[in-house]
Antibody, heavy 127, light 107 residues
Framework: QVQLVESGGGVVQPGRSLRLSCGASGFTFNTCGIHWVRQAPGKGLEWVAVISHDGRNKNYADSVKGRFTISRDNSKNTLYLQMNSLRPEDTAVYYC????????????????????WGKGTTVTVSS | DIQMTQSPSSLSASVGDRVTITCQASQDISNYLSWYQQKPGKAPKLLIYDASNLETGVPSRFSGSGSGTDFTFTISSLQPEDIATYYCQQYDNLPLTFGGGTKVEIK
C-alpha cells in the first residue's frame, strides 16, 4: 500500500546535526513532490520544506532556511532532511508527506496539499 | 506569508450536533484550501481539498465551503470517532501555512 516511513529522530544537543530519512513505497516516488512538516509538543502544524520530483527545486520555511537541507535519492525511494545548527525550538515530531497534486510546467513548480503522511519521527534538541 | 486564522481554538459538542469551524486567510487564496483531521498521537489525515471537495473515503458528514478569504468546515452530525484537532491549510503560495487548529471534544 501507499506508505511513507520516517526514521532518524532522536535526542541531540543544541548546535549539533541530525539527518532524517523518509522511505516511500506503493507509489511512483520519482514523480512526486514531497514535504516535511513538523509539530512541536502541544502545538500546531508547521510546514518546513518541499522538494520537487527531480530534486532541482527546493523551498524552505524561514525558520529553517540556511540550517536545514532537503534532498532525495530516487534510486532508493528515499527523502532526507539534513538538520544542522539545531536549536531547542526545533524540537518536534517531523512528518514527511506527499504532495497530492504536484506538477511542473517548464521551470515552474506547483505545490498543493498533502494526501499521504508518514507516522512521524521525534526530534528532541536539549542539553 | 499568508496567515490563516482558525476559530474557535476548541469546542465541546454533543454527539449528533452540527459543528462548524471557520478559517480566515490574510489575503485572497481563491479555493486553495484543505482541511485535515489529527487524532492524538497520529499523523494528520486529509479530509477536504479545494475548499469543498471530499477526499475519497471520507464520510459525507464532513463538508467544506468558502472561497477568497473566508472558509467553513462542518461536521453535520458529530460522532464519537470525530474527536480530534482539525487544521486548515492554504496552498495558494509558499510557504504553505496552517491554521492554529480546533480541538473538538464531546460534551
Amino acid at each position: 500500500q501507499v506508505q511513507l516511513v520516517e526514521s532518524g529522530g532522536g535526542v541531540v544537543q543544541p548546535g549539533r546535526s541530525l539527518r532524517l530519512s523518509c522511505g516511500a513505497s506503493g507509489f511512483t516516488f520519482n514523480t512526486c513532490g514531497i514535504h516535511w512538516v513538523r509539530q512541536a509538543p502541544g502545538k500546531g502544524l508547521e510546514w518546513v520544506a518541499v522538494i520537487s520530483h527531480d530534486g532541482r527545486n527546493k523551498n524552505y520555511a524561514d525558520s529553517v532556511k540556511g540550517r536545514f537541507t532537503i534532498s532525495r535519492d530516487n534510486s532508493k525511494n528515499t527523502l532526507y532532511l539534513q538538520m544542522n545548527s539545531l536549536r531547542p525550538e526545533d524540537t518536534a515530531v517531523y512528518y514527511c508527506a506527499r504532495d497530492a497534486r504536484y506538477y511542473t510546467s517548464g521551470w515552474n513548480y506547483h505545490y498543493y496539499y498533502m494526501d499521504v503522511w508518514g507516522k512521524g519521527t521525534t526530534v528532541t534538541v536539549s542539553s | 506569508d499568508i496567515q490563516m486564522t482558525q476559530s474557535p481554538s476548541s469546542l465541546s459538542a454533543s454527539v449528533g450536533d452540527r459543528v462548524t469551524i471557520t478559517c480566515q486567510a490574510s489575503q485572497d487564496i481563491s479555493n486553495y484550501l484543505s482541511w485535515y483531521q489529527q487524532k492524538p498521537g497520529k499523523a494528520p489525515k486529509l479530509l477536504i481539498y479545494d475548499a469543498s471537495n471530499l477526499e475519497t473515503g471520507v464520510p459525507s458528514r464532513f463538508s467544506g465551503s468558502g472561497s477568497g478569504t473566508d472558509f467553513t468546515f462542518t461536521i453535520s452530525s458529530l460522532q464519537p470517532e470525530d474527536i480530534a484537532t482539525y487544521y486548515c491549510q492554504q496552498y495558494d503560495n509558499l510557504p504553505l501555512t496552517f491554521g492554529g487548529g480546533t480541538k473538538v471534544e464531546i460534551k
